[in-house]
Structure formats: structure tokens, C-alpha cells
Nanobody, 129 residues
Framework: QVQLIDSGGGTVQAGGSPRRSCIGS????????MAWSRQAPGKEREGVVG????????FYANSVKGRFTISRDSAKNTMYLQMDSLKPEDTGIYYC??????????????????????WGQGTQVTVSS
């Protein structure tokens, strides 16, 4: 059973640059589609960045493109989300997610949380203005 443990977050000032981490274990597929999603207050959960671990393809939502960076350290089974130039509208609960194989990374599916079946516990990121 795949398990994801994400960490980081808290309250940061606008313009801040925190980093989130997600440690995965129990993988049964050699390559997977992984993502960071967030849920803003009163809104549905949405994908903000995705990555396919097999080929390294990376996908960003327009709202975070140029400000957020996803990376992986395969030796540590850890995925990172570097968030730069944070804005108050980036406030929300951030989750790391994974799906077996590459299907969830095809044709833009990475942006839809319903395509992922493994989730971290999520942590709150609050951006103060």
C-alpha cells in the first residue's frame, strides 16, 4: 500500500518561499504520476503541479507557473514543492498525491484530484498580506 507523508506549510508572509516535502513508500509500480493539489477555503480541491516519475514530464497550473517548482529525489523517495512569490490567494490545504503508472499524467488528467488514489494528510499554508 502506497503511503504519502507530506510536511511543511504554516503561515508565511506574501512573497515568502516555503518548501513542502512528500515522502512516499510502498510503491508497487516502477513509475507513477504524482502531484501537488490544494484546496482553498470554500473551493474544490485542484491540482497545481504534476510530475511523471518515469519520464520526468512536469505540468503546472497557470496560476502557479513561474512561481512554484516541483522536484524529486528518487534516492530519498521524496517529492518537493518549492513555492516562491507566494500570494494570499495561494492560501489553502496542500496535499501530495500519487497514482500508479502514467495514466493520471496523460492528457491533462493530472489537474483533476479524482484521478489520484493515494494522498498525503495535507497541511495548511496560510499566506498573510
Amino acid at each position: 500500500q502506497v503511503q504519502l507523508i507530506d510536511s511543511g506549510g504554516g503561515t508565511v508572509q506574501a512573497g515568502g518561499s516555503p518548501r513542502r516535502s512528500c515522502i512516499g513508500s510502498g510503491w508497487t509500480y516502477y513509475s507513477n504520476c504524482m502531484a501537488w493539489s490544494r484546496q482553498a477555503p470554500g473551493k474544490e480541491r485542484e491540482g497545481v503541479v504534476g510530475i511523471y516519475t518515469g519520464g520526468g514530464a512536469i505540468f503546472y497550473a497557470n496560476s502557479v507557473k513561474g512561481r512554484f517548482t516541483i522536484s524529486r529525489d528518487s534516492a530519498k523517495n521524496t517529492m518537493y514543492l518549492q513555492m516562491d512569490s507566494l500570494k494570499p490567494e495561494d492560501t489553502g490545504i496542500y496535499y501530495c498525491a500519487a497514482a500508479d503508472g502514467n495514466g493520471a499524467c496523460l492528457d491533462g488528467r493530472w489537474s483533476a484530484p479524482r484521478n489520484f488514489n493515494y494522498w498525503g494528510q495535507g497541511t495548511q499554508v496560510t499566506v498573510s498580506s
